[in-house]
């Protein structure tokens, strides 16, 4: 069964400063992945996904994360946070024929200091 | 985007009672939902998928008599936990697809904090 690794539960960064989140998979094929960021008390937001093709894929509010296979890895970057980042981040996994069956990793609480 | 709505968004019931979130897709039909729980500080863990007009698909280890989904339209799916007890108090969430096959986005709801006292 596919599995997903979050290995930092807590990061906190300066406001301005470069991020990156940590996303490690476990699948034998090529997966699906994805990046959600979560408000407190709120749902879900997509902010980025690889399906296949460029590895590295754009989202949204400048989000972009890398996919390595050599790594099992999708790891989440920004080049510059805002104080508005902070949030709960999430990666899935997603598998072939698995009908958008989604394997969540335990997230990340990203602090943003002024 | 689409828009997936649940409702209400908190709700403290006492325990023996049974409680009901909805959740629709507000601009567009979504012939599958998907529910989730998430326990504090916790990830999400996928609890079933409701397919309209058909039985609701459980994950292992989810009890379907204590859950009931039931997804009677194309825009609504409903969480009903019954006789609740404080351990099934959680945030729920729920999410839609947009599209088909596994490229299709998920979108998700605002989530449901239920509160069993």
């Known amino acids: 069964a596919q599995s997903v690794t979050q290995p930092d539960i807590h990061i906190t960064v300066s406001e301005g400063a470069s991020l990156e989140l940590r996303c490690n998979y476990s699948?034998?094929?090529?997966?699906?992945l994805f990046w959600y960021v979560q408000s407190p008390g709120q749902g879900l937001q997509l902010l980025l996904k690889?399906?296949?093709?460029?590895?590295l894929v754009q989202g949204i509010k400048g989000f972009e994360a890398e996919f390595k296979r050599s790594q099992s890895s999708f790891n989440l970057r920004k080049p510059s946070v805002h104080w508005s980042d902070a949030a709960e981040y999430f990666c899935a996994v997603g598998i072939t024929g698995g009908g958008n069956k989604l394997t969540f990793g335990t997230g990340t609480q990203l602090k943003v200091e002024l | 985007g689409a828009v997936v709505s649940q409702h209400p968004s908190r709700v403290i019931c006492k325990s023996g009672t049974s409680v009901k979130i909805e959740c629709r897709s507000l601009?567009?039909?979504?012939?599958?939902m998907f529910w989730y729980r998430q326990f504090p500080k916790k990830s999400l863990m996928l609890m079933a998928t409701s397919n309209e007009g058909s039985k609701a698909t459980y994950e292992q280890g989810v009890e379907k008599d204590k859950f009931l989904i039931n997804h009677a339209s194309l825009t609504l799916s409903t969480l009903t936990v019954t006789s609740a007890h404080p351990e099934d108090s959680s945030f729920y969430i729920c999410?839609?697809?947009?599209?088909?096959?596994?490229?299709?986005?998920?979108?998700f709801g605002e989530g449901s904090r239920l509160t069993v006292l």
């Open positions: 999410s839609a697809r947009v599209g088909s096959g596994n490229t299709g986005e998920l979108f």
């Open positions: 699948y034998g094929a090529t997966p699906y």
């Open positions: 690889y399906f296949s093709g460029d590895t």
């Open positions: 601009d567009f039909q979504a012939t599958t």
